[in-house]
C-alpha cells in the first residue's frame, strides 16, 4: 500500500494559539518559494470558519486564502498561499481568546480523535497536533475527561483500534530540538506518582521503545545516556538506592538484549554531555529521563521555539510543537509559529 502524502494538523483549543500559529506557517509558505514550503500536502482537521477567523488575524491583507476540502489527499494538489481545511468538527466563532471553555475542550478532543483514526486507517501519513489545554479537555466531559492530554487520548484510540488493553499499548513522549533529544520514563502524573513509576519494567520498557524509535529515525541504533533518579544518581547508594536497584538493573537488561546504554549519570550534568553543538555532537544521542520535569527543563530551557514533542511506541506518527495554549497572548496575532513549523519537519522525517 502506498504510504499517504497528507500530513493532518489539528487546531488544538480554539481559544489558545494553535489556529493562529497554523495560520501564521502556511502564510510564511505563501510568502517562500515553493520548493521549501514546510507545509505543502498538509491540511487542518478541524473548522473552517475557525481557520478563516485565525488566517484574518495574522493576516488582514487576505493573502492567505482558507479552502475547503473534502478528502485528505487533497491537501497534496492544494497550490501556494491556500490553508486547506477537512471540517471534522464545529465550534461557535462566538467563543472568546484566551479563555477555558468546555466547548473548547471538546473540539479540540474530536479533532484529535479524527486523526487519530484518520492515522491508524491509513487515510493521512502523520498527525500534528497544536496545543490543547487540559483543563478545557477535562470540563468538556465524556469521553475526553478521562484523558490528561494528547498522549494518552491517542493511546486509548490506538489500543482500541488494535484490539487490546490500553496496558498493552505503552507510549513514551521525546522532547527534541535541535541540540538535545529527552525521553521520559513518566509523562503526566503527579510528582508522588512519577516516584513510584521508576521501576525495572517502567524503566527497562522505556530503554527498549527509544531503542526502536530512534533506530527507524537515525538509521542506526542510538547511543542512550540515562539520568539518575536521585542527585549525583545516588552517590552509590548515599543519596537513595533506585540506581543500584531498579536503574542499573533495567540498563543491565537492556545491554544483554543489545541495546546501546550509559549511566545513570548524574541528572544535572547529563543532559549537557548530550548537547549537540556545531563544535561538538554531544556524548549521547538522547537522554532517557525519570519524569517530566527532569526531562522537559533542559529542552525548553534552550528555547520554546524549536521544541517538538514526538509521541514514541504508537503505530502512527504524531508531533507536537513544545508549547501550552498561551492564553495570555491568543488571538493577538503575536505567537510564533517555529515550533509547529518544526513539527512538522519532524514528521515529515518519521515518515520519509
Same mark, same amino acid.
Given at each position: ?9 489539528? /487546531? ?60 485528505? $489527499? ?77 498522549? $494518552? ?151 520554546? $521555539? ?8 504508537? /503505530? ?37
Amino acid at each position: 500500500m502506498t504510504q499517504p502524502q497528507a500530513i493532518a494538523i489539528t /487546531p488544538g483549543d480554539p481559544c489558545g494559539i494553535g489556529p493562529e500559529i497554523i495560520a501564521k506557517a502556511f502564510l510564511q509558505d505563501a510568502k517562500a518559494p515553493s520548493a521549501s514550503a514546510v507545509t505543502r500536502h498538509c491540511f487542518v482537521a478541524g473548522d473552517l470558519h475557525l481557520m478563516q477567523k485565525a488566517a484574518s488575524l495574522v493576516d488582514p491583507s487576505g493573502q492567505l486564502r482558507v479552502s475547503l476540502i473534502h478528502r485528505p $489527499e487533497e491537501a497534496c494538489h492544494a497550490s501556494s498561499g491556500v490553508l486547506p481545511v477537512l471540517q471534522v468538527a464545529q465550534v461557535s466563532a462566538a467563543l472568546p481568546w484566551g479563555q477555558i471553555h468546555a466547548e473548547a475542550g471538546r473540539f479540540a478532543g474530536e479533532c484529535v480523535q479524527w486523526a487519530a483514526r484518520a492515522a491508524l486507517q491509513h487515510q493521512i501519513a502523520a498527525l500534528v497536533t497544536a496545543p490543547l489545554h487540559k483543563e478545557a479537555l477535562s470540563a468538556a466531559g465524556a469521553p475526553f475527561n478521562a484523558f490528561p492530554g494528547h498522549t $494518552e487520548l491517542l493511546q486509548a484510540e490506538a489500543a482500541h483500534h488494535q484490539g487490546v488493553p490500553v496496558a498493552q499499548m505503552p507510549v513514551r513522549m521525546m522532547l527534541a530540538n535541535d541540540e538535545l533529544r529527552t525521553v521520559l520514563v513518566s509523562i503526566h502524573v503527579s510528582m508522588r506518582q512519577a516516584l513510584d513509576a521508576v521501576t525495572y519494567n517502567n524503566v527497562l520498557e522505556t530503554l527498549r521503545i527509544t531503542h526502536q524509535a530512534l533506530s527507524r529515525l537515525l538509521g542506526r541504533a542510538p547511543k542512550i545516556g540515562v539520568a539518575g533518579l536521585n542527585p549525583h544518581a545516588g552517590e552509590g547508594g548515599l543519596f537513595g538506592q533506585e540506581e543500584i536497584q531498579i536503574i542499573q538493573p533495567a540498563m543491565a537488561q537492556a545491554a544483554a538484549e543489545g541495546l546501546d546504554v550509559h549511566g545513570p549519570y548524574a541528572p544535572d550534568t547529563i543532559f549537557m554531555r548530550a548537547r549537540r553543538k556545531a563544535q561538538s555532537p554531544g556524548e549521547f544521542d538522547v537522554v532517557l529521563a525519570m519524569y517530566h520535569d527532569q526531562g522537559l527543563i533542559p529542552v525548553k530551557y534552550m528555547g520554546l $521555539e524549536q521544541g517538538v514533542n514526538v509521541t514514541l511506541g504508537l /503505530p502512527l506518527v504524531r508531533t507536537s510543537p513544545d508549547h501550552g495554549t498561551a492564553f495570555d497572548i491568543a488571538g493577538k496575532g503575536v505567537a510564533d509559529a517555529d515550533s509547529l513549523v518544526a513539527a512538522v519537519r519532524m514528521a515529515q522525517q518519521l515518515i520519509a
